[in-house]
């Protein structure tokens, strides 16, 4: 089954301390990305990649930090986390093609708390 | 810089009438443009998307969105709702990014309850 992922889906964590969210997608898309999600801000783009060892910044990539040494897994990182990035993150996919627009695939969604 | 905006917070319809979901976006060149559908606890899922082409485009769940350039809208319609299509929906415009591709910029959501 066509799908991307996301672990954890649940994550309570103290400021402070390092944490790692992993996405993985099996449709080998070359375009991955990472959103959150807060009530009244829509979706925000935090990070993306077009393809391996490719990133760029999205609209809100302070405080974050992202890799992509395979085509498919693309984790996000906080190095120190804080309260105000207690979010609903989601990872996303797609393939890429000159010109066209294209579908991005999410996964699940990943809730964050952070005290 | 481009935008979204959903100027329905929330929507209330009753199970069988009409939806019409409202969509404008600020974008310097001719849009990419999507509605996501967002169930609760779940990811987001496609509806529909314009690209080019007929301005009025079909998409699941017989949902369907006409672009007009003129008034720089992609509004999302429905007939007859369902009680299962209580979610929360999203417009999108895809925009160039600094590799030349797209990428989404998304309006803040607009939820839909349905009432029996």
């Known amino acids: 089954e066509a799908q991307v992922t996301q672990n954890p889906r649940y994550l309570i964590t103290v400021t402070g301390k390092k944490l790692t969210v992993t996405c993985s997608q099996n449709?080998?898309?070359?375009?991955m990305s990472w959103y959150r999600q807060d009530p009244g801000l829509g979706l925000r783009q935090i990070y993306y990649?077009?393809?391996?060892?490719?990133?760029d910044k999205g609209d809100v990539p302070e405080g974050y930090k992202v890799s992509r040494k395979e085509k498919r897994n693309f984790p996000l990182i906080l190095e120190s986390p804080s309260p105000n990035q207690t979010s609903l993150y989601f990872c996303?996919?797609?393939?890429?093609?000159?010109?066209?627009?294209?579908?991005?695939?999410f996964g699940p969604g990943t809730r964050l708390t952070v005290t | 810089a481009q935008s979204v905006t959903q100027p329905d917070i929330h929507i209330t319809v009753s199970e069988g009438a009409s939806l019409e979901l409202r969509c404008n976006y600020s974008?310097?060149?001719?849009?990419?443009l999507f509605w996501y559908v967002q169930s609760p606890g779940q990811g987001l899922q496609l509806l529909l998307k314009?690209?080019?082409?007929?301005?009025l485009v079909q998409g699941i769940k017989g949902f369907e969105a006409e672009f007009k350039r003129s008034q720089s809208s992609f509004n999302l319609r429905k007939p007859s709702v369902h009680w299962s299509d209580a979610a929360e929906y999203f417009c999108?415009?895809?925009?160039?990014?600094?590799?030349?591709?797209?990428?989404?910029?998304f309006g803040t959501g607009t939820r839909l309850t349905i009432i029996p």
């Open positions: 996303a996919s797609s393939l890429t093609q000159e010109g066209v627009g294209y579908e991005q695939y």
């Open positions: 974008y310097g060149a001719t849009p990419y």
């Open positions: 314009y690209f080019s082409g007929d301005t």
């Open positions: 999108a415009v895809g925009r160039a990014s600094n590799f030349g591709n797209e990428k989404l910029t």
């Open positions: 990649s077009m393809n391996v060892e490719v990133t």
């Open positions: 449709m080998n898309h070359e375009y």
